[in-house]
């Protein structure tokens, strides 16, 4: 399967549209000691095993792991066999380099770690990006126009007219001859998101930026799944859920996952 | 000792501009086996104690050492003990995410590694930079104009007449209250080294792209540094000089120094 016969297939088998972004933020999680990465890994097996059934994706977010060091990346490690082969997975690493390091990124989140997706930087250009769609089973989401708020400084800039991030569109688009690239768009950019999908055709996008930073859900799932698939990544909202509970985790991937079956009019059963 | 003090002293220590990059590529190593982590660590000791007395910084690069997994960030760690506390750490990841994840990037970095400074991508804008320089003691190179081909694709488009580079060095003025904001410049790009040293006014640059990539020693070193620090790194032609041996490297590494203080008019003794 080519990659977005893997990424159709994972929507498809869980009839969800869900990424469960994994940002496990030991900050976040009530406690009344600092916890430590074993306990952080009880609770990333705990929403795993409540969000399964709703989640087409899951998302490790790099940083959360990183920063623990090497006891950090062996948790990592354990996650992604964890999760095991039902889920379509990305790594959300932002990563952005010249062609010999790039490789060995994509060696080391496509061979080493096994994700079929990861998250990339356009600032460096088609070098920094090439190395991740060498392979048709594997791809890359390119950063395009993001949540957060300062995405405008640069993003947002006109190049003879056209802002910069429709520049990385048609970069993208020259770069996709094994369609395996996609898009990463922030669910706050609302307003931009229909001239986007317009301008990517069919290629698959990813919108995190709804939940806690307050990106519009309803749009971001109607206008980014008109041609071609959108996954909507959610990560706080989900994560840390009401009380915390297996319970209160899996009821939150539940709303989100039959609200977006609903804007698509899918009968999840 | 703030950041650009700690900068200075070191360069100061060791009358060095020099930066060597530790690209540890086992595909580079001449050996008759396909080598594993140990033997890779053994390498980099190895380069190490043979550039010690002629480099300022050493720059581990993230993607050598994660694409090994735990094993490599184990490697990492050991990797930077092993430097010690002579010499400035530049952790070289190109990172760039929104606030939240940037700061674990941020503890990632700082706190559980220990690096001095570390490469950051502008393309989110400032949300991604601030926290890597919220203390006075630790700070970012930002991506400016990099030293690879297709660098020009969205670095040089002119927004209103100025090109994209140019407003990353505005952005960076902007961050830098701490005085521990710079820039990576490509070597490749010595045309437009000068006005970027003009604009960036006292602000460190990292320049990498002397060596395999084929950039102006001579203009990185004497631009660079014609106000402000300039460090020069230097990966592949140093790291896998002549026959590999402890005195190859050593000799290609005091090569390098030794050429930069006469640039420089340096006499280092």
Not at 10 to 37: F, P, T
Not at 158 to 186: F, H, T, W
Request: with cysteine.
């Amino acid at each position: 399967m080519n990659f977005i016969e893997t990424l159709n297939q994972a929507v498809e088998n869980h009839q969800s549209h869900l990424s469960v972004g994994l940002d496990i933020d030991s900050d976040r999680i009530d406690s009344k000691s600092v916890l430590d990465v074993s306990e952080l890994a009880d609770y990333t097996r705990k929403v795993i095993d409540a969000t399964r059934e709703f989640a087409a994706a899951y998302k490790p977010n790099m940083a959360f792991f990183e920063r623990w060091g090497s006891a950090g990346i062996r948790w990592l490690e354990e996650t992604i066999e964890y999760i095991g082969d039902e889920h379509f997975l990305i790594c959300d690493g932002k990563r952005g380099d010249i062609g010999n390091s790039a490789r060995q990124y994509a060696k080391s989140v496509f061979v080493h770690y096994g994700f079929d997706a990861v998250t990339v930087s356009p600032y460096m250009g088609s070098d920094a990006i090439i190395p991740f769609l060498e392979e048709p089973k594997k791809g890359a989401f390119v950063l395009c126009l993001t949540s957060n708020e300062s995405a405008a400084e640069l993003q947002l800039q006109k190049i003879d007219g056209i802002p910069l991030y429709e520049s990385v569109i048609e970069l993208c688009q020259r770069l996709n001859s094994n369609a395996n690239c996609g898009l990463v768009v922030g669910a706050t950019q609302e307003s931009k998101l229909a001239s986007i999908r317009e301008k990517a055709g069919d290629m698959p996008i990813l919108i995190p930026g709804v939940g806690a930073q307050g990106g519009d859900l309803e749009a971001s799932v109607r206008v980014g799944n008109s041609d071609g698939v959108a996954l909507i990544n959610v990560s706080r909202s989900i994560l840390f859920a009401g009380d915390q509970s297996s319970k209160a985790i899996s009821v939150k991937a539940r709303e989100y996952n039959n609200r977006m079956n609903e804007i698509l009019e899918i009968n999840s059963g």
